[in-house]
């Protein structure tokens, strides 16, 4: 009851519902503003004098924002991504027809990479199968892309130019190359792609390659590009995938602003700014490929290693707990006085557990028994009756059960043993082993 005397009203799954609907929708309304914000500087700060930006990383943001969404929130994430993206057109001087063929030239190429990866929903991301998957779905959605960009311009009356579409596929499909694979590690929540042990040395790692990018990129009289991926491969090998991609993205937020400022090896190419940032794109993903590859392997050696490591301990705490179990056994048998035993028929080779042994008055280290040794232990009168009821049990894979005397050998005397035997086959039938118990009933008759 509640203070006013009022019985208290619980949350069903109908009233939350709504709630539910409205938190997808204000995540894709986020998701939108997102997609305009980016966009917008994107486009104001790569396309130059011309109409397209030469730098695309939104696409590669709607693929993840994608796949790592339920299948429940697309069609708001599709609705949000669009209007933001129109919006973005609009704000750069499109108009509202040009800029919503845009937006779906952008979309269209977004749900091809995105549906290439539910077909092959088995194949991880940061694999090489993964990776081969993801350039070839780009290749196809960007071609498709740039054909109805292309169109969209001829249809609002705007001239047609080939190297627009060029700029506009190869800016997609760098894009997607280099900046996907790097927002999906580090959106990634599994162990797999843990950095390890973010300590000091790996800062002085990090710092190095910001340090080397810097040096690269803040000359343009030597074309040190060749200096960037060791330092990019010494962090992915020693942080993992994670780690890889963090550098990538300072390697990337180091070297736009100099190539935009007209500084760096790229700047030695005698051509147009949009020209210039394609070669760096091509160049950041060739690095995203290498580091991200070299992060991945690395990722599987370390936790390869944490298996071998987890095994280990678990056959040690195995091995201790089967130590045990053995001392536990021999106390059990001095105390009943049983033994157990096994023999193979093939080679002859007898086990005794140390209770056999003691029966027989001998220890292990100064007999090792073999079947006609052990046979010989037996009194005279009763050496054949055993000898034969064992190679009855062998041929005809049953077990026995006898009792005979046997001469220990310690003192030479007479004791009455029991022994009871049973055999094992294997799928043809014929024995492999035999096994049994074995305990001195002397005591007993004589009460």
């Known amino acids: 009851m509640t203070a006013k005397g009022q019985p208290r009203r619980f949350l069903t799954g109908n009233d939350t519902e709504p709630f539910a609907r409205l938190v997808r929708w204000a995540g894709s309304l986020g998701v939108g503003i997102l997609i305009f914000l980016v966009a917008s500087l994107v486009i104001e700060f790569t396309r130059g004098s011309g109409r397209v930006a030469a730098i695309w990383p939104v696409n590669a943001m709607l693929i993840v924002i994608l796949l790592k969404s339920p299948a429940r929130n697309w069609l708001s994430q599709l609705l949000a991504m669009t209007g933001g993206l129109l919006a973005a057109n609009i704000y750069a001087g ?13 979309l269209a190429e977004v749900c091809c990479v995105a549906f290439a990866f539910l077909r092959w929903k088995n194949v991880r991301f940061i694999s090489l199968t993964g990776i081969s998957i993801l350039i070839f779905a780009s290749f196809a959605g960007c071609f498709l892309s740039a054909s109805l960009a292309a169109l969209g ?14 700029l506009w596929f190869a800016a997609d499909f760098l894009g997607i190359v280099l900046f996907t694979p790097v927002f999906w590690s580090l959106t990634d929540r599994s162990r797999k792609f843990e950095i390890a042990s973010p300590d000091v040395q790996f800062i002085l790692k990090l710092g190095l390659l910001c340090v080397t990018t810097f040096f690269v990129f803040a000359q343009s009289e030597y074309p040190f590009l060749f200096l960037v991926p060791p330092a990019l491969v010494y962090v992915a090998f020693s942080g993992g995938v994670k780690a890889a991609a963090i550098g990538l993205l300072m390697i990337t937020a180091i070297s736009l602003p100099f190539t935009l400022a007209g500084t760096g090896p790229i700047s030695l190419m005698s051509t147009e700014m949009t020209a210039k940032i394609l070669a760096l794109q091509l160049f950041l993903a060739t690095n995203s490929v290498l580091g991200l590859a070299v992060g991945a392997a690395a990722s599987d050696r370390r936790r390869l290693v944490n298996q071998i490591k987890t095994s280990r301990a678990r056959l040690r705490m195995k091995s201790q707990q089967q130590l045990e179990m ?33 029966i027989h008055g001998v220890t292990p280290e100064e007999f090792d028994p073999m079947y006609g040794d052990a046979i010989m232990f037996y009194a005279e009168e009763d050496r054949d009756r055993v000898r034969s009821l064992v190679q009855r049990g062998i041929s005809q894979a049953e077990g026995w059960e006898f009792q005979a005397t046997l001469i220990r050998r310690s003192d030479g005397k007479r004791r009455t043993v029991r022994s009871i035997g049973e055999v094992q086959t294997d799928s043809n039938g014929t024995v492999d082993r035999v096994f049994g118990v074995f305990r001195d009933i002397t005591d007993e008759q004589n009460i």
Do not use: C, F
């Open 153 to 166: 311009l001829m249809v609002t009356g705007d001239s047609l130019y080939l190297s627009d579409a060029t």
């Open 326 to 358: 053995i001392r536990k056994a021999n106390l059990a048998e001095r105390l009943a006085g049983v033994g157990h035993w096994t023999l193979n028929p093939e080679t002859q080779q007898v086990d005794w557990s140390p209770e056999v042994y003691a």
């Open 94 to 106: 499109d108009g509202l027809v040009r800029g919503t063929i845009l937006a779906l030239a952008n």
